[in-house]
Protein backbone atom coordinates (compact mmCIF):
# COMPACT_ATOMS: atom_id res chain seq x y z
CA UNK A 1 0.00 0.00 0.00
CA UNK A 2 3.17 2.14 0.98
CA UNK A 3 4.95 1.22 -2.24
CA UNK A 4 1.77 1.88 -4.23
CA UNK A 5 0.90 5.53 -3.22
CA UNK A 6 4.62 6.27 -2.64
CA UNK A 7 5.57 5.35 -6.40
CA UNK A 8 2.47 6.78 -8.16
CA UNK A 9 3.12 9.94 -6.75
CA UNK A 10 6.52 10.16 -7.60
CA UNK A 11 6.20 8.72 -10.81
CA UNK A 12 3.23 10.86 -11.55
CA UNK A 13 4.86 13.68 -10.26
CA UNK A 14 8.53 13.49 -12.17
CA UNK A 15 6.39 12.53 -15.55
CA UNK A 16 4.17 15.63 -15.33
CA UNK A 17 6.60 17.80 -13.90
CA UNK A 18 9.27 16.93 -17.09
CA UNK A 19 6.13 17.41 -19.76
CA UNK A 20 5.71 20.87 -18.61
CA UNK A 21 9.11 21.51 -18.44
CA UNK A 22 10.02 20.49 -21.60
CA UNK A 23 7.23 21.65 -23.28
CA UNK A 24 7.79 23.80 -26.29
CA UNK A 25 11.18 24.62 -24.74
CA UNK A 26 14.64 24.37 -26.86
CA UNK A 27 16.93 23.12 -24.23
CA UNK A 28 20.52 24.89 -24.79
CA UNK A 29 22.91 25.64 -21.74
CA UNK A 30 21.12 28.61 -20.69
CA UNK A 31 17.65 26.78 -20.62
CA UNK A 32 19.03 23.92 -18.83
CA UNK A 33 21.52 25.55 -16.40
CA UNK A 34 19.56 28.72 -15.22
CA UNK A 35 16.02 28.35 -16.71
CA UNK A 36 15.96 30.95 -19.87
CA UNK A 37 16.25 33.71 -17.12
CA UNK A 38 12.51 33.72 -17.21
CA UNK A 39 11.51 32.67 -13.88
CA UNK A 40 8.74 34.91 -12.47
CA UNK A 41 7.43 35.65 -9.02
CA UNK A 42 5.27 31.92 -9.02
CA UNK A 43 8.17 30.22 -10.35
CA UNK A 44 11.33 31.86 -8.78
CA UNK A 45 9.10 31.48 -5.14
CA UNK A 46 9.06 27.26 -5.49
CA UNK A 47 12.24 27.23 -6.50
CA UNK A 48 13.82 29.10 -3.44
CA UNK A 49 11.33 27.48 -1.00
CA UNK A 50 12.27 24.15 -2.46
CA UNK A 51 14.94 25.53 -0.11
CA UNK A 52 13.38 25.82 2.67
CA UNK A 53 11.86 22.42 2.69
CA UNK A 54 14.97 20.33 1.76
CA UNK A 55 14.95 16.35 3.42
CA UNK A 56 17.04 18.38 5.93
CA UNK A 57 14.42 20.61 7.03
CA UNK A 58 11.95 17.58 7.25
CA UNK A 59 13.92 15.07 8.87
CA UNK A 60 17.09 17.25 10.31
CA UNK A 61 14.75 19.29 12.34
CA UNK A 62 12.71 16.46 13.61
CA UNK A 63 15.63 14.71 14.41
CA UNK A 64 16.97 17.56 16.31
CA UNK A 65 13.69 18.22 18.22
CA UNK A 66 13.12 14.58 18.77
CA UNK A 67 16.60 13.85 19.90
CA UNK A 68 17.72 17.42 21.85
CA UNK A 69 14.08 19.49 21.92
CA UNK A 70 15.20 23.05 21.88
CA UNK A 71 18.18 22.71 19.54
CA UNK A 72 15.74 22.15 16.79
CA UNK A 73 14.40 24.92 17.35
CA UNK A 74 16.86 26.86 15.76
CA UNK A 75 15.52 25.48 12.39
CA UNK A 76 12.61 28.86 12.77
CA UNK A 77 15.34 31.80 12.34
CA UNK A 78 17.59 30.13 8.78
CA UNK A 79 14.71 31.00 6.59
CA UNK A 80 13.95 34.73 7.60
CA UNK A 81 17.83 35.33 8.40
CA UNK A 82 18.82 34.41 4.96
CA UNK A 83 15.80 36.67 3.25
CA UNK A 84 17.15 39.44 4.88
CA UNK A 85 20.79 38.85 3.66
CA UNK A 86 18.95 37.68 0.65
CA UNK A 87 17.26 41.01 -0.06
CA UNK A 88 20.70 42.65 -0.69
CA UNK A 89 22.54 39.68 -1.97
CA UNK A 90 20.52 37.89 -4.75
CA UNK A 91 19.45 41.29 -7.07
CA UNK A 92 23.07 42.28 -7.50
CA UNK A 93 24.05 38.25 -8.25
CA UNK A 94 20.92 38.24 -10.54
CA UNK A 95 21.61 41.45 -12.00
CA UNK A 96 25.44 40.62 -12.61
CA UNK A 97 24.54 37.87 -14.43
CA UNK A 98 21.94 38.92 -16.83
CA UNK A 99 24.36 42.03 -17.67
CA UNK A 100 27.59 39.60 -18.23
CA UNK A 101 25.76 36.30 -19.28
CA UNK A 102 26.72 34.46 -16.60
CA UNK A 103 25.69 30.93 -15.51
CA UNK A 104 27.60 29.76 -12.96
CA UNK A 105 28.69 31.26 -9.47
CA UNK A 106 32.53 30.64 -11.20
CA UNK A 107 31.25 32.82 -14.09
CA UNK A 108 30.76 35.75 -11.57
CA UNK A 109 34.17 35.90 -9.30
CA UNK A 110 36.21 35.14 -12.96
CA UNK A 111 34.69 38.70 -13.96
CA UNK A 112 34.98 40.27 -10.60
CA UNK A 113 38.23 39.46 -9.59
CA UNK A 114 39.94 39.48 -13.43
CA UNK A 115 41.01 35.99 -12.93
CA UNK A 116 40.10 32.65 -14.25
CA UNK A 117 41.95 30.49 -12.28
CA UNK A 118 40.13 32.74 -9.02
CA UNK A 119 36.95 31.67 -10.51
CA UNK A 120 38.47 27.97 -10.74
CA UNK A 121 39.06 27.90 -7.27
CA UNK A 122 36.21 29.17 -6.11
CA UNK A 123 34.06 26.34 -8.07
CA UNK A 124 36.39 24.14 -6.51
CA UNK A 125 35.47 24.89 -3.05
CA UNK A 126 31.91 25.66 -3.55
CA UNK A 127 32.24 21.80 -5.09
CA UNK A 128 33.34 20.71 -2.30
CA UNK A 129 30.41 22.21 -0.45
CA UNK A 130 27.99 21.22 -2.01
CA UNK A 131 29.19 17.34 -1.96
CA UNK A 132 28.78 17.94 1.90
CA UNK A 133 25.26 19.60 1.40
CA UNK A 134 24.21 16.29 -0.92
CA UNK A 135 25.58 14.10 1.95
CA UNK A 136 22.61 15.71 4.20
CA UNK A 137 20.06 15.13 1.00
CA UNK A 138 21.57 11.68 0.11
CA UNK A 139 21.12 10.44 3.65
CA UNK A 140 17.38 11.48 4.08
CA UNK A 141 16.44 11.01 0.66
CA UNK A 142 18.48 6.48 1.28
CA UNK A 143 16.06 6.42 4.42
CA UNK A 144 12.70 7.53 2.68
CA UNK A 145 13.52 4.67 0.54
CA UNK A 146 13.88 2.22 2.82
CA UNK A 147 10.20 3.48 4.02
CA UNK A 148 9.25 3.34 0.66
CA UNK A 149 10.30 -0.11 -0.31
CA UNK A 150 10.16 -1.78 3.16
CA UNK A 151 12.70 -4.03 1.70
CA UNK A 152 15.54 -4.53 4.44
CA UNK A 153 18.84 -3.75 2.65
CA UNK A 154 22.10 -2.20 3.47
CA UNK A 155 21.72 1.19 3.07
CA UNK A 156 24.62 1.58 0.75
CA UNK A 157 22.20 -0.27 -1.53
CA UNK A 158 19.51 2.48 -0.58
CA UNK A 159 22.20 5.68 -0.78
CA UNK A 160 23.00 4.20 -4.62
CA UNK A 161 19.12 3.48 -5.61
CA UNK A 162 18.83 7.42 -4.63
CA UNK A 163 21.79 8.33 -6.79
CA UNK A 164 20.05 6.30 -9.88
CA UNK A 165 16.99 8.56 -9.08
CA UNK A 166 18.70 11.67 -9.46
CA UNK A 167 20.69 11.23 -12.35
CA UNK A 168 17.35 10.15 -14.54
CA UNK A 169 15.46 12.96 -13.35
CA UNK A 170 18.68 15.62 -13.67
CA UNK A 171 19.96 14.40 -17.25
CA UNK A 172 16.28 14.83 -19.00
CA UNK A 173 15.79 18.24 -17.75
CA UNK A 174 18.23 20.11 -15.80
CA UNK A 175 16.82 22.96 -14.12
CA UNK A 176 13.82 23.25 -15.75
CA UNK A 177 12.48 19.99 -14.18
CA UNK A 178 13.75 20.93 -10.85
CA UNK A 179 11.03 23.85 -10.82
CA UNK A 180 8.16 22.66 -11.81
CA UNK A 181 8.82 19.07 -10.19
CA UNK A 182 9.43 21.01 -7.05
CA UNK A 183 5.86 23.40 -7.54
CA UNK A 184 4.27 19.55 -6.86
CA UNK A 185 6.60 18.52 -3.97
CA UNK A 186 6.13 21.49 -2.34
CA UNK A 187 2.23 21.00 -2.60
CA UNK A 188 2.50 17.38 -1.77
CA UNK A 189 4.75 18.11 1.25
CA UNK A 190 2.33 20.55 2.77
CA UNK A 191 -0.32 18.21 2.08
CA UNK A 192 1.86 15.42 4.21
CA UNK A 193 3.01 17.40 7.08
CA UNK A 194 -0.37 18.64 8.02
CA UNK A 195 -2.23 15.07 7.67
CA UNK A 196 0.69 14.21 9.80
CA UNK A 197 0.81 17.22 11.87
CA UNK A 198 -3.14 16.64 12.62
CA UNK A 199 -3.00 13.20 13.54
CA UNK A 200 0.28 14.06 15.62
CA UNK A 201 -0.98 14.63 19.25
CA UNK A 202 -3.52 11.60 18.86
CA UNK A 203 -0.38 9.35 17.63
CA UNK A 204 1.50 9.95 20.37
CA UNK A 205 -1.46 9.01 22.93
CA UNK A 206 -2.58 12.25 23.96
CA UNK A 207 -5.92 14.37 23.31
CA UNK A 208 -4.53 17.88 23.33
CA UNK A 209 -1.61 20.34 22.24
CA UNK A 210 -2.07 21.41 25.72
CA UNK A 211 -1.50 17.69 27.13
CA UNK A 212 1.29 17.50 24.63
CA UNK A 213 3.52 20.71 25.87
CA UNK A 214 2.53 19.53 29.87
CA UNK A 215 3.34 15.52 28.85
CA UNK A 216 7.05 17.11 27.36
CA UNK A 217 7.57 19.40 30.43
CA UNK A 218 6.85 16.45 32.57
CA UNK A 219 8.58 13.69 30.88
CA UNK A 220 11.67 15.42 29.10
CA UNK A 221 11.99 18.82 31.36
CA UNK A 222 15.83 19.53 29.49
CA UNK A 223 13.56 19.97 26.47
CA UNK A 224 12.83 22.93 27.20
CA UNK A 225 15.87 25.44 26.69
CA UNK A 226 19.37 24.90 25.23
CA UNK A 227 21.29 22.53 25.38
CA UNK A 228 18.32 20.44 25.31
CA UNK A 229 18.22 16.64 26.08
CA UNK A 230 21.39 15.15 25.30
CA UNK A 231 22.85 18.53 26.74
CA UNK A 232 26.35 18.84 25.39
CA UNK A 233 28.05 21.79 24.29
CA UNK A 234 27.64 20.67 20.59
CA UNK A 235 23.81 21.98 21.33
CA UNK A 236 24.40 24.94 24.01
CA UNK A 237 23.47 28.66 22.87
CA UNK A 238 26.82 29.20 21.45
CA UNK A 239 26.50 26.67 18.98
CA UNK A 240 23.04 28.29 18.25
CA UNK A 241 24.39 32.12 18.01
CA UNK A 242 27.28 31.06 15.76
CA UNK A 243 24.93 28.32 13.35
CA UNK A 244 22.14 31.00 13.27
CA UNK A 245 25.25 33.68 12.10
CA UNK A 246 27.12 31.38 9.60
CA UNK A 247 23.40 30.53 8.18
CA UNK A 248 22.80 33.30 6.26
CA UNK A 249 26.16 34.34 5.16
CA UNK A 250 26.84 30.95 3.66
CA UNK A 251 23.35 30.70 2.02
CA UNK A 252 24.29 32.98 -1.08
CA UNK A 253 27.60 30.91 -1.54
CA UNK A 254 25.90 27.46 -1.86
CA UNK A 255 27.02 27.54 -5.39
CA UNK A 256 23.18 25.89 -6.16
CA UNK A 257 21.50 28.95 -4.46
CA UNK A 258 23.76 31.24 -6.50
CA UNK A 259 22.75 30.05 -10.08
CA UNK A 260 19.37 29.71 -9.00
CA UNK A 261 19.78 33.67 -8.25
CA UNK A 262 20.59 34.20 -11.93
CA UNK A 263 17.36 32.55 -12.90
CA UNK A 264 14.44 35.49 -11.91
CA UNK A 265 13.30 37.83 -14.30
CA UNK A 266 13.76 40.92 -12.70
CA UNK A 267 14.85 42.52 -8.89
CA UNK A 268 11.20 43.17 -8.10
CA UNK A 269 10.56 39.29 -8.56
CA UNK A 270 13.51 38.94 -6.15
CA UNK A 271 12.79 41.28 -3.59
CA UNK A 272 8.82 39.95 -3.35
CA UNK A 273 9.75 36.66 -2.71
CA UNK A 274 12.42 37.60 0.00
CA UNK A 275 9.28 39.27 1.87
CA UNK A 276 7.11 36.15 1.34
CA UNK A 277 9.66 32.86 1.57
CA UNK A 278 9.74 33.25 5.83
CA UNK A 279 6.00 32.90 6.20
CA UNK A 280 6.35 30.09 4.46
CA UNK A 281 9.18 28.41 7.06
CA UNK A 282 6.12 28.92 9.47
CA UNK A 283 5.63 25.29 8.42
CA UNK A 284 8.06 24.23 10.72
CA UNK A 285 5.55 24.89 13.51
CA UNK A 286 4.11 21.70 11.78
CA UNK A 287 7.69 19.48 12.07
CA UNK A 288 7.74 21.25 16.21
CA UNK A 289 4.33 19.43 16.68
CA UNK A 290 5.09 16.19 15.04
CA UNK A 291 8.64 16.30 16.95
CA UNK A 292 7.23 16.89 20.47
CA UNK A 293 4.79 14.11 19.42
CA UNK A 294 7.36 11.45 18.60
CA UNK A 295 9.48 12.40 21.52
CA UNK A 296 7.09 11.08 23.29
CA UNK A 297 5.90 7.98 21.08
CA UNK A 298 9.01 6.99 20.33
CA UNK A 299 11.82 5.52 22.75
CA UNK A 300 14.55 7.34 23.21
CA UNK A 301 17.29 7.47 20.24
CA UNK A 302 20.71 8.79 19.92
CA UNK A 303 21.14 11.73 17.49
CA UNK A 304 22.16 9.77 14.84
CA UNK A 305 19.39 7.00 15.07
CA UNK A 306 16.63 10.12 15.13
CA UNK A 307 17.26 10.44 11.39
CA UNK A 308 14.77 8.35 10.85
CA UNK A 309 12.61 9.87 13.64
CA UNK A 310 9.90 11.04 11.80
CA UNK A 311 9.23 8.17 9.36
CA UNK A 312 9.54 5.91 12.26
CA UNK A 313 6.98 7.50 14.08
CA UNK A 314 4.73 7.88 10.98
CA UNK A 315 5.10 4.49 10.19
CA UNK A 316 4.11 2.96 13.60
CA UNK A 317 1.04 5.29 14.52
CA UNK A 318 -0.67 6.02 11.54
CA UNK A 319 -2.45 4.40 8.30
CA UNK A 320 -0.23 3.06 5.86
CA UNK A 321 -2.48 5.60 3.27
CA UNK A 322 -0.75 8.38 5.35
CA UNK A 323 3.46 6.63 5.12
CA UNK A 324 2.62 6.47 1.44
CA UNK A 325 2.19 10.01 1.21
CA UNK A 326 4.77 11.12 3.36
CA UNK A 327 7.19 8.62 1.42
CA UNK A 328 5.93 9.93 -1.89
CA UNK A 329 6.54 13.71 -0.99
CA UNK A 330 9.41 12.87 1.23
CA UNK A 331 11.34 11.20 -2.47
CA UNK A 332 10.92 14.12 -4.13
CA UNK A 333 12.00 16.46 -1.19
CA UNK A 334 14.89 15.21 -1.78
CA UNK A 335 15.15 14.81 -5.79
CA UNK A 336 14.60 18.51 -5.98
CA UNK A 337 17.14 20.30 -3.87
CA UNK A 338 19.97 17.53 -4.85
CA UNK A 339 19.06 17.62 -8.48
CA UNK A 340 19.47 21.46 -8.59
CA UNK A 341 22.76 21.02 -6.31
CA UNK A 342 24.09 18.36 -8.93
CA UNK A 343 22.90 20.64 -12.30
CA UNK A 344 24.88 23.32 -10.53
CA UNK A 345 28.18 21.43 -9.63
CA UNK A 346 28.18 19.77 -13.16
CA UNK A 347 27.93 23.69 -14.82
CA UNK A 348 30.31 25.08 -12.43
CA UNK A 349 33.15 22.53 -13.00
CA UNK A 350 32.17 22.53 -16.93
CA UNK A 351 32.74 26.07 -17.52
CA UNK A 352 34.81 27.25 -15.13
CA UNK A 353 37.20 24.02 -14.65
CA UNK A 354 37.42 22.05 -17.87
CA UNK A 355 36.83 25.56 -19.76
CA UNK A 356 39.94 26.99 -18.94
CA UNK A 357 41.67 23.98 -20.53
CA UNK A 358 39.64 23.36 -23.26
CA UNK A 359 37.39 26.10 -23.89
CA UNK A 360 35.43 24.96 -25.88
CA UNK A 361 34.03 22.57 -24.11
CA UNK A 362 32.95 25.60 -21.56
CA UNK A 363 29.42 25.52 -22.25
CA UNK A 364 28.71 22.12 -24.26
CA UNK A 365 25.71 20.38 -22.66
CA UNK A 366 26.94 16.27 -23.15
CA UNK A 367 30.12 17.81 -21.20
CA UNK A 368 27.89 18.87 -18.50
CA UNK A 369 25.84 15.53 -18.16
CA UNK A 370 29.28 13.47 -17.93
CA UNK A 371 30.04 15.71 -14.90
CA UNK A 372 26.41 15.37 -13.89
CA UNK A 373 27.08 11.48 -13.46
CA UNK A 374 30.31 11.98 -12.05
CA UNK A 375 29.55 14.15 -9.05
CA UNK A 376 26.05 11.95 -8.44
CA UNK A 377 28.89 9.46 -8.25
CA UNK A 378 31.06 11.27 -5.46
CA UNK A 379 28.21 12.54 -3.37
CA UNK A 380 26.98 8.54 -3.11
CA UNK A 381 30.19 7.91 -2.37
CA UNK A 382 30.66 10.28 0.64
CA UNK A 383 27.32 9.55 1.56
CA UNK A 384 27.89 5.75 1.89
CA UNK A 385 31.37 6.27 4.00
CA UNK A 386 30.37 7.69 7.28
CA UNK A 387 26.77 7.99 8.57
CA UNK A 388 25.88 10.88 11.47
CA UNK A 389 22.91 13.11 12.71
CA UNK A 390 22.09 15.26 10.23
CA UNK A 391 22.13 18.46 12.05
CA UNK A 392 26.02 17.72 12.90
CA UNK A 393 26.30 17.29 9.09
CA UNK A 394 24.41 20.34 8.34
CA UNK A 395 26.33 22.12 11.03
CA UNK A 396 29.56 20.69 9.26
CA UNK A 397 28.42 22.08 5.88
CA UNK A 398 27.66 25.76 7.02
CA UNK A 399 31.14 25.82 8.50
CA UNK A 400 32.73 25.06 5.67
CA UNK A 401 30.63 26.74 2.86
CA UNK A 402 30.85 30.29 5.46
CA UNK A 403 34.40 30.37 4.22
CA UNK A 404 33.41 31.26 0.86
CA UNK A 405 31.59 34.71 2.07
CA UNK A 406 33.66 36.62 2.56
CA UNK A 407 34.80 36.41 -1.56
CA UNK A 408 30.85 37.30 -2.03
CA UNK A 409 30.48 40.11 0.51
CA UNK A 410 33.87 41.48 -0.73
CA UNK A 411 33.19 41.44 -4.37
CA UNK A 412 29.83 43.77 -3.85
CA UNK A 413 30.79 46.06 -1.00
CA UNK A 414 34.39 46.65 -1.69
CA UNK A 415 36.82 48.28 -4.05
CA UNK A 416 39.71 46.73 -2.48
CA UNK A 417 39.14 43.23 -2.55
CA UNK A 418 41.97 41.14 -4.61
CA UNK A 419 42.39 37.14 -5.78
CA UNK A 420 44.92 36.84 -3.57
CA UNK A 421 44.00 37.80 -0.85
CA UNK A 422 40.52 36.03 -0.47
CA UNK A 423 42.37 32.98 -1.62
CA UNK A 424 44.97 33.12 1.01
CA UNK A 425 42.25 33.40 3.39
CA UNK A 426 39.66 30.74 1.42
CA UNK A 427 42.70 28.49 2.09
CA UNK A 428 43.32 29.23 5.84
CA UNK A 429 39.62 29.26 6.86
CA UNK A 430 38.83 25.49 4.64
CA UNK A 431 42.32 24.36 6.46
CA UNK A 432 40.99 25.38 9.96
CA UNK A 433 37.49 24.20 9.49
CA UNK A 434 38.94 20.18 8.21
CA UNK A 435 41.50 19.98 10.48
CA UNK A 436 41.09 19.10 13.85
CA UNK A 437 44.78 20.12 14.96
CA UNK A 438 43.96 23.58 13.42
CA UNK A 439 39.93 24.06 14.87
CA UNK A 440 41.07 22.57 18.05
CA UNK A 441 43.48 24.96 19.72
CA UNK A 442 41.25 28.02 18.04
CA UNK A 443 38.34 26.56 19.68
CA UNK A 444 39.40 26.64 23.13
CA UNK A 445 39.90 30.57 22.61
CA UNK A 446 36.07 30.93 22.03
CA UNK A 447 33.04 29.63 24.21
CA UNK A 448 32.30 25.54 23.99
CA UNK A 449 29.93 25.26 21.59
CA UNK A 450 30.80 27.60 18.93
CA UNK A 451 30.94 26.24 15.57
CA UNK A 452 34.24 25.84 13.90
CA UNK A 453 33.09 28.21 11.32
CA UNK A 454 33.34 31.08 13.16
CA UNK A 455 37.34 31.11 13.94
CA UNK A 456 38.20 30.19 10.65
CA UNK A 457 35.52 33.08 9.18
CA UNK A 458 37.58 35.27 11.47
CA UNK A 459 40.70 33.98 10.43
CA UNK A 460 39.35 33.80 6.65
CA UNK A 461 38.44 37.44 7.02
CA UNK A 462 41.67 38.76 8.50
CA UNK A 463 43.72 37.24 6.05
CA UNK A 464 41.41 38.30 3.16
CA UNK A 465 42.14 42.23 4.33
CA UNK A 466 46.06 42.41 4.86
CA UNK A 467 46.58 40.17 1.66
CA UNK A 468 44.08 42.11 -0.41
CA UNK A 469 46.08 45.21 0.67
CA UNK A 470 48.87 44.32 -0.04
CA UNK A 471 48.49 42.94 -3.29
CA UNK A 472 47.39 44.83 -6.81
CA UNK A 473 43.37 45.26 -7.19
CA UNK A 474 41.61 44.35 -10.16
CA UNK A 475 41.03 47.02 -12.77
CA UNK A 476 38.03 49.03 -12.71
CA UNK A 477 36.00 47.16 -15.19
CA UNK A 478 36.15 44.07 -13.09
CA UNK A 479 35.24 46.07 -10.08
CA UNK A 480 32.70 46.75 -11.62
CA UNK A 481 30.70 43.63 -12.28
CA UNK A 482 29.89 43.51 -8.35
CA UNK A 483 29.93 47.22 -7.47
CA UNK A 484 28.80 49.52 -10.58
CA UNK A 485 25.23 47.41 -11.24
CA UNK A 486 23.06 50.24 -11.66
CA UNK A 487 25.39 52.58 -13.78
CA UNK A 488 23.11 52.98 -16.99
CA UNK A 489 24.75 54.83 -20.07
CA UNK A 490 23.40 57.90 -20.90
CA UNK A 491 20.78 57.93 -23.53
CA UNK A 492 22.64 60.36 -25.88
CA UNK A 493 25.20 58.10 -25.58
CA UNK A 494 23.86 55.08 -26.23
CA UNK A 495 24.97 54.46 -29.90
CA UNK A 496 28.76 54.38 -29.13
CA UNK A 497 29.24 53.06 -25.83
CA UNK A 498 28.36 48.84 -25.98
CA UNK A 499 27.66 47.37 -22.14
CA UNK A 500 30.28 44.61 -22.71
CA UNK B 1 35.17 64.94 -15.02
CA UNK B 2 32.41 66.78 -14.30
CA UNK B 3 28.94 65.76 -12.85
CA UNK B 4 25.58 67.03 -12.61
CA UNK B 5 22.27 65.69 -11.48
CA UNK B 6 19.63 64.12 -13.95
CA UNK B 7 16.41 62.46 -13.53
CA UNK B 8 15.80 59.02 -15.12
CA UNK B 9 13.35 56.64 -14.63
CA UNK B 10 13.95 52.67 -13.64
CA UNK B 11 11.56 50.14 -15.44
CA UNK B 12 8.94 49.27 -12.58
CA UNK B 13 9.22 52.63 -10.92
CA UNK B 14 6.51 54.15 -9.14
CA UNK B 15 8.50 57.54 -9.43
CA UNK B 16 11.58 59.16 -10.93
CA UNK B 17 15.15 58.28 -9.71
CA UNK B 18 17.57 61.11 -9.08
CA UNK B 19 20.90 59.96 -10.80
CA UNK B 20 24.14 62.22 -11.13
CA UNK B 21 25.64 62.15 -14.75
CA UNK B 22 29.18 60.94 -14.78
CA UNK B 23 31.23 61.06 -17.76
CA UNK B 24 28.87 58.69 -20.08
CA UNK B 25 26.77 57.11 -17.50
CA UNK B 26 24.25 58.29 -14.94
CA UNK B 27 24.83 56.69 -11.79
CA UNK B 28 21.41 55.87 -9.76
CA UNK B 29 22.15 56.98 -5.70
CA UNK B 30 19.40 55.17 -4.13
CA UNK B 31 18.12 55.99 -0.04
CA UNK B 32 19.15 53.14 2.17
CA UNK B 33 18.75 53.87 5.29
CA UNK B 34 15.32 52.16 5.71
CA UNK B 35 17.41 48.63 5.35
CA UNK B 36 18.58 48.87 9.09
CA UNK B 37 15.64 47.25 9.54
CA UNK B 38 16.44 44.41 8.03
CA UNK B 39 19.16 43.92 11.01
CA UNK B 40 15.94 42.90 13.11
CA UNK B 41 15.93 39.73 12.51
CA UNK B 42 19.69 39.07 13.86
CA UNK B 43 18.95 41.04 16.56
CA UNK B 44 15.52 38.80 17.55
CA UNK B 45 17.09 35.90 16.82
CA UNK B 46 20.66 35.69 17.42
CA UNK B 47 21.78 38.69 20.02
CA UNK B 48 18.64 38.42 22.20
CA UNK B 49 18.57 34.73 22.10
CA UNK B 50 20.47 34.08 25.15
CA UNK B 51 17.84 36.18 27.11
CA UNK B 52 14.92 34.17 25.22
CA UNK B 53 16.60 30.70 26.50
CA UNK B 54 16.67 31.24 30.34
CA UNK B 55 13.39 32.47 30.15
CA UNK B 56 11.92 28.82 30.26
CA UNK B 57 7.86 27.81 30.47
CA UNK B 58 5.09 30.48 29.16
CA UNK B 59 1.35 29.58 29.34
CA UNK B 60 1.96 26.53 31.91
CA UNK B 61 4.08 24.36 29.39
CA UNK B 62 5.07 26.02 26.02
CA UNK B 63 8.82 26.55 25.80
CA UNK B 64 9.66 30.35 25.43
CA UNK B 65 12.21 29.77 23.01
CA UNK B 66 9.72 28.37 21.00
CA UNK B 67 7.12 31.11 20.68
CA UNK B 68 10.20 33.45 20.38
CA UNK B 69 11.43 31.86 17.08
CA UNK B 70 7.69 31.71 15.37
CA UNK B 71 7.58 35.21 16.63
CA UNK B 72 10.68 36.12 15.06
CA UNK B 73 9.81 34.83 11.81
CA UNK B 74 6.95 36.84 11.81
CA UNK B 75 8.48 40.18 12.72
CA UNK B 76 11.34 39.56 10.69
CA UNK B 77 9.12 39.15 7.80
CA UNK B 78 7.71 42.31 8.64
CA UNK B 79 10.33 44.33 8.89
CA UNK B 80 11.68 43.18 5.40
CA UNK B 81 8.27 43.74 3.90
CA UNK B 82 8.46 47.37 5.29
CA UNK B 83 11.74 47.85 3.79
CA UNK B 84 10.07 46.24 -0.04
CA UNK B 85 7.33 48.69 0.16
CA UNK B 86 9.55 51.85 1.29
CA UNK B 87 11.88 50.75 -1.82
CA UNK B 88 8.42 50.58 -4.13
CA UNK B 89 7.41 53.94 -3.06
CA UNK B 90 10.76 55.14 -4.15
CA UNK B 91 10.59 53.79 -7.46
CA UNK B 92 14.15 51.91 -6.07
CA UNK B 93 13.18 48.38 -6.42
CA UNK B 94 15.08 47.71 -9.38
CA UNK B 95 18.21 49.45 -8.14
CA UNK B 96 20.49 46.75 -7.00
Redesign the interface.
Known amino acids: MVLVIGLSIIVGAIAFGLYFALRGTKMDVEEWSVGGRRFGTFIFWFLLVGETFTTFALLGATQGIVSGGAPGYYIFGTVVLSAAVGYFVVPRIWKAGKRYGFTTMGDFFSARFDSRWFGAVITVFGIIAILLYARVQLTGLAIILEALLGIKMSSLVYVIIAGLAILVFVLIGGMRSSAFVGIIKDVLLVVALLVVAIGAVSAAGLSSVAELFDTVKRDFPEAVALPGLVGEANTNIWWWMSFLLLTPLGAFVLPHAFQVSYTANGATTIRKNQVLQPLYSLFYVFIALIGLSAMIALPSMSPQEANGALLFFVEQEYPSWVVGLLVGAGVLTALVPTGVIVVTAASMFTSNVIGIFAPARARSLPTIRVCVVAFTAVAVLITAMQSDALLSIMTGVYSAVGQLAPALFFGLLWRRATAIGITTGLVAGGLIVALPQLNGPLLQLLPEGTVSGIPALLVNVILAVTVSLMTKPPRAEAIAVGMSLNAEVAPHMKAAQPIS | MSSHN ?1 T ?1 TE ?2 AVGALV ?1 E ?1 VG ?5 K ?1 KRAH ?1 LL ?5 IW ?2 VL ?2 WA ?2 V ?2 VF ?7 LW ?2 G ?3 I ?2 A ?3 I ?2 SI ?1 RALGQ ?4
Open positions: ETPGGVDEIVVPWLLIPFCVAPNSGYGSVPFLLMIGILGCAIAVYDLEVV
